[in-house]
Nanobody
Framework: QVQLVESGGDSVQAGGSLRLSCVATGYTPSSYCMAWFRQAPGKEREAVGARYNDGSISFTKYAGSVKGRFTIAHDEKKKTLDLQLNNLKPEDSALYYC??????????????????WGQGTQVTVS
């Protein structure tokens, strides 16, 4: 059973930075695709970015709205997937979720591609 726990959410001013962390248990890090999604009130859940690396195939992808501002970092030893958020904007305010799926996927940005989800951590930018 894969379990994901997010942390690091906070309230910050526009232009500020945050670092979110997702701790994963119960899986083999190299064989899972891990991603960050976010959902603002009244809006659909949207992909922020995803990472996969099994030694043969690898990718790190970002949504266009965050490219150049957000960075995904994976620590295989600690089993964490961090999301560094820089130059935050009010429109980045949302509940941020960590997600995971076994194996490679070409549909990394679709929530339906991920069977495992954390509970979310709130980011508020004013």
């Amino acid at each position: 059973q894969v379990q994901l726990v997010e942390s690091g959410g906070d309230s910050v001013q526009a232009g500020g930075s945050l670092r979110l962390s997702c701790v994963a248990t119960g899986y083999t890090p190299s064989s899972y695709c891990m991603a960050w999604f976010r959902q603002a009130p009244g809006k659909e859940r949207e992909a922020v970015g995803a990472r996969y690396n099994d030694g043969s195939i690898s990718f790190t992808k970002y949504a266009g709205s965050v490219k150049g501002r957000f960075t995904i970092a994976h620590d295989e030893k600690k089993k964490t997937l961090d999301l560094q958020l820089n130059n935050l904007k009010p429109e980045d305010s949302a509940l941020y979720y960590c997600a995971a799926r076994p194996g490679y996927t070409t549909t990394w940005s679709r929530p339906q591609s991920y069977p495992y989800w954390g509970q979310g951590t709130q980011v508020t930018v004013s």
